[in-house]
Structures are given as structure tokens and as C-alpha cells.
């Protein structure tokens, strides 16, 4: 599994900047897609997640109401659009997939739970 995330920028806060996260290999009906985010001197922390083929989703309270996570199954692409930016969500964003949903039937929030991830895009919001 191969996950390629990209659209990260410089924006004001306030602004919108929508991530894309690609993915290839084998199929993912099942798997996880999650997204991460880690600031300078931070640990990685939980920001959104989706079950590729829908129905499931989750968000961390810090952005729920002002990012949604989105699949597009025909483009192997699960999309973070992200709205209301704040400073604090300055950060390196990371996207993930967990292959264990099947096996566990749980969203995870970790992300040692994880097990493949992609290189991560900037995100940065200016005052």
C-alpha cells in the first residue's frame, strides 16, 4: 500500500485548504484511511479518519465542524477538506491506512495503530 498526500499550503486564517490523499496497491474496502497531523515539538496527534468504502467516520474534537473527510473511491482518493483554519492547526499532515478494520471493527485514534503511511504536506496558517 502506497498513500501520497498532497495540497498542503500557506493560508490565512479563516481560509480553507482542501489535502488529498492517493492511494495504491491493493484494495481497501476494508482499510482505515486516516489523517494525522504533527506540529514542531509535538507529538503526532489524531485529526480525522474514514472507512474507505464509507458509512464510518470519525474526527477529533479540535477540528469536527470545520474539516470533513471524504472518499472518492473511483480515484483511490480520500480528501480532508479543511475550513475555519486556525493558527494552531499549523502542522505537518499525515495521512495513514489501518488494514485491521475488518479484523477489529474499531476507528482507531493512535497512530501506532496504524500501518502504512505516506510522506506528510505542510499546512500552514498565518494570523
Known amino acids: 500500500v502506497q498513500l501520497q498526500a498532497c495540497g498542503g499550503g500557506l493560508v490565512q486564517a479563516r481560509g480553507s485548504l482542501r489535502l488529498s490523499c492517493a492511494a495504491s496497491?491493493?484494495?481497501?474496502?476494508?482499510?482505515?484511511i486516516g489523517w494525522f497531523r504533527q506540529a514542531p515539538g509535538k507529538e503526532r496527534e489524531f485529526v480525522a479518519a474514514i472507512k474507505w468504502s464509507g458509512g464510518r467516520l470519525a474526527y477529533a474534537d479540535s477540528v469536527k465542524g470545520r474539516f470533513t473527510i471524504s472518499t472518492v473511491n473511483a480515484k483511490n482518493t480520500v480528501y480532508l477538506q479543511m475550513s475555519s483554519l486556525k493558527t494552531e492547526d499549523t502542522a505537518v499532515y499525515y495521512c495513514a491506512a489501518d488494514e485491521g478494520y475488518a479484523r477489529t471493527g474499531v476507528i482507531y485514534t493512535t497512530a501506532t495503530q496504524y500501518d502504512y503511511w505516506g510522506q506528510g504536506t505542510q499546512v500552514t496558517v498565518s494570523s
Open positions: 496497491g491493493r484494495t481497501f474496502s476494508t482499510y482505515i
